[in-house]
């Protein structure tokens, strides 16, 4: 008997079932397709203010802008005033590769990071309200490498993909992927990198980011 | 199972936690969780109902344990995965050693994993001539003094600031001598450093899972420092080590319990990073792994289930129970001489090591109760200590001492008139000889107690006789 076999049957034994009863079937099958909401707090119906300060809470720092154009001039304003140096790498996600970047000095770099970045660049599938999280898919739009390996990592976010909680991520998520599928990868980040493994004492920039920067994008 | 098991020496490990003065004084930073963990659960109004909804997930969950696993399996599959099922440790081991070796692997990073510790993954893979490097800061510490976790979540809890410095100054011998590293942040920088290197020249990377979605072949870690991640998407190939009741049926269901697990843990709303990863990477993906495995264990919970210990199988491991327990407040992780410690250690620990070997643990409890009260998944801990003295009861493995005590009590418990007579004569005896001092530098029987404080002398009626003045005056 295989492995997996023989530790199936041993589940059914415990449980006393076979396995092949048509109501336990259908009460998996159920809940795996219609995914029943449990309990959703009511912070998350605060909308884009509890997301600004719930991120900030996580100590995230975060910006305003009302288009989408502005982008570039806000993160060179970001790096000029944290004395950061004027590189940044970004994807392929177009909403970003089609901005004006030659109207600042950044020096722009594509694709994924091999570690000698320091300023990273994203634009997030969604930002929750309950928790101030940012959701972000990997793909070639906005690699997974970015949201992990520079020091700072600045993520763009529209104020229209702020939701309420995680529940309406994962609805957005079936309505693209299809549902039963999901991406590669999805982050949620809330807040900058930490470590309380020394003495249970707070440090900021562990393996991840030191900085996390959202700007909030929309009028 | 492990090869350092020191469980059956747990009075002796007791001993020498209580007369560590470096030990005592680096678990005197252990109940820093506590208030914070109050107040998250205070700033959310639903977090009861949070709980509630938790354990009937988890209860929905182990009650179709078999449909689910095959469910996910299959999400695995279709996502491009592979799902690797292991009876026990050594299975699992096996089935890990030949991955690296298909692979040629000599370099593995790992996030961080109870269960790779359960299955003693470290020590197979140096057997092997693998490099095994742990990544998550406490983790690499302990590595490096070659110790196990002392706390499911804060697995360096037990060591102080100057043994960290101390740690980095002999095994970073590639650096300057004289830098300097009196501050904790200068500490974490140069962990950081080093471990990027190996996080970039890794050929496999390992993770443990805290849940598994049945709905769509997930698996989800979280983590604060972002270890877990660059472990799992820089190398080709990612392995997920989970045992399976880490099982859960939608993302929804998830999001419930995340809600419960970081609060429990740290007194976070969220962790830094939840991540939640399906397959290897996608045709168009310019990064993550090429391969992505799940090895699914058992080793002994498939026969938990259904019994009077099926409710340890919802454990989340948020360590919330050991943060709040006077007994692993005083004695550390390590005394418990395995894997798990704390008020889950000494209930999960005899269900897969034996009660021959773990049964010493379930005594170590005052049964004050924190630990049920504050468990995000209502897990009865106590009672299921009871479960655990009574089998030992029964197949005499306590000192003859205790067995004899407890007969000789039992006596009088069955015949109350009886109890009562001895109770009261025994209380004056004792109140009429000690009545000088009003309490016993020594008593019979008692030294486990008068060595360390004077035992109280009685004053006035015994307890049944007081509470039955009470109780009438009341009336």
Known sequence: MSARDEILAGVRRALHVSGAETPRQAAVADRLTSSPRGVIPARGQGGVETFKQEAVRA???????????????????????????????????????????????????????DGSDLNGLSVAFAGIAETGTLALVSGADNPTTLNFLPDNHMVVVFRQDVVGDMERVFSRLRAVYGAGQAPRTLNFVTGPSRSADIEQTLLFGAHGPRRLHIVLVGG | ????????????????????????????????????????????????????????????????????????????????????????????????????????????????????????????????????????????????????????????????????????????????????????????????????????????????????????????????????????????????????????????DAAQLLRVLARSATGQDMSVYTTLSTGPRRPQDPDGPQEYHVILLDNGRSSMLGTE?????????????????????AVGGHAYGWVYPGPMGAVLTPSLIGVKEGGQLPNASTFCGRCESVCPMRIPLPKMMRHWREREFERHLEPAAVRYGLGIWAFFARRPALYRFAANLGMRAMALVGRKKGRFAWAPLASGWTQARDLPAPQGATFQAQWRARSGALR
Not at chain 1, 88 to 108: K, Q, Y
Not at chain 2, 64 to 77: G, I, M, N, Q, S
Not at chain 2, 106 to 119: A, C, D, H
Not at chain 2, 202 to 207: N, R, Y
């Open chain 1, 59 to 113: 100590a995230a720092s975060l910006s305003e802008i009302a288009a989408l154009e502005q982008v570039p001039a806000e993160i060179a304003r970001y790096l000029r005033d944290n004395n950061l140096p004027a590189t940044v790498r970004l994807g392929a996600d177009p909403r970003l590769t089609a901005l004006p970047w030659g109207e600042t000095t950044l020096e722009i770099g594509h694709g994924p990071s």
């Open chain 2, 1 to 252: 199972m492990t090869v350092h098991v020191t469980t059956p020496r747990f009075k002796l490990n007791v001993h020498e936690a209580l007369g560590d003065p470096r030990l005592q004084r680096a678990m005197s930073h252990a109940g820093n969780l506590v208030p914070r963990r109050a107040s998250a659960a205070e700033r959310l109004p639903e977090f009861e109902a949070l709980r509630d909804s938790a354990r009937d997930i988890k209860n929905h969950t182990l009650a179709h344990l078999d449909l689910y696993l095959e469910a996910y399996e299959k999400r695995v599959t279709e996502a491009g995965g592979h799902v690797h099922w292991a009876r026990d440790a050594e299975e699992a081991r096996q089935i890990f050693l030949k991955l690296c070796a298909e692979r040629g692997a000599k370099r593995v990073t790992k996030g961080k994993s109870m269960i790779s510790e359960e299955i003693g993954l470290n020590e197979a893979l140096e057997a092997q001539g693998i490099e095994a490097i742990e990544t998550d800061l406490g983790e690499y510490i302990i590595q490096l003094r070659h110790e196990a976790p002392s706390h499911i979540i804060a697995p360096a809890i037990h060591v102080t600031r100057d043994d960290v410095e101390a740690d980095f100054r002999k095994f970073h011998t590639h650096l300057p001598a004289d830098r300097d590293l009196t501050k904790p942040e200068t500490l974490l920088a140069e962990a950081r450093e080093i471990l990027r290197q190996k996080f970039l020249s890794a050929d496999i990377g390992v993770t443990g899972a805290n849940f598994l979605i049945a709905e769509t072949g997930t698996s989800i870690i979280v983590t604060n420092e972002g270890n877990g991640d660059l472990t799992q998407i820089l190398p080709k190939v990612h392995v997920v080590v989970a045992s399976l009741e880490k099982i859960v049926p939608t993302l929804d």
């Open chain 2, 309 to 329: 210990f099926a409710d340890m199988l919802r454990c989340i491991r948020c360590g919330a129970c050991m943060n709040h327990c006077p007994v692993y407040q």
